[in-house]
């Protein structure tokens, strides 16, 4: 083993009382800096420096960056067409009770309506260019419960379903 001069940092003999360069003593025991190295690298550094407050926050924001890259990672492998229904009205007048379903979902996806109580299987209802969809209906005057289900499907992208439960009140 090797001793450092602390004044001129050369190699000594570990026996060495004095530098064989600079002529300065040295002592018996020298303290070597710790410096970075492959297992020690920078990051471990600054990680270390840091209080605990700053490492939650690092920890958690981590997580955070984690979920946001498998989220999209698992959008782009796993496309889901989407399906939003803006509007559900019934419009009641003395003769007539009309249904309106109204929505949108992706510009090339084809939505279709099924219901039992309205002998709807799968019914396609056109979607415009924008992605909007509109569907009505007129309800019997004796119809007390209606269950409506809608799918959309998109080219290459899983199908999108919503259900909907009209209760008419007197």
Known sequence: MTKICPNCQAENEDKSDFCQKCGKKIPKTVKIPKQDTPSRGVLKGW???QNSGVKIISVIGGCCLGVIIILVVMSALFPVTSLILEKNDVLRDN???????????DVNAKVYISSTELNLNNTEVRVDEKGNFEYQQQLPKNLTELSVSITAKAPNKSQKEAS???TKHN
Do not use: A, E
């Not at 003769?95 to 979902?105: C, E, F, M, N």
């Open 47 to 49: 990680w270390d420096k």
């Open 95 to 105: 003769l007539t009770v009309q249904y309106i379903l109204k929505g949108d979902t």
């Open 164 to 166: 909907l439960m009209y």
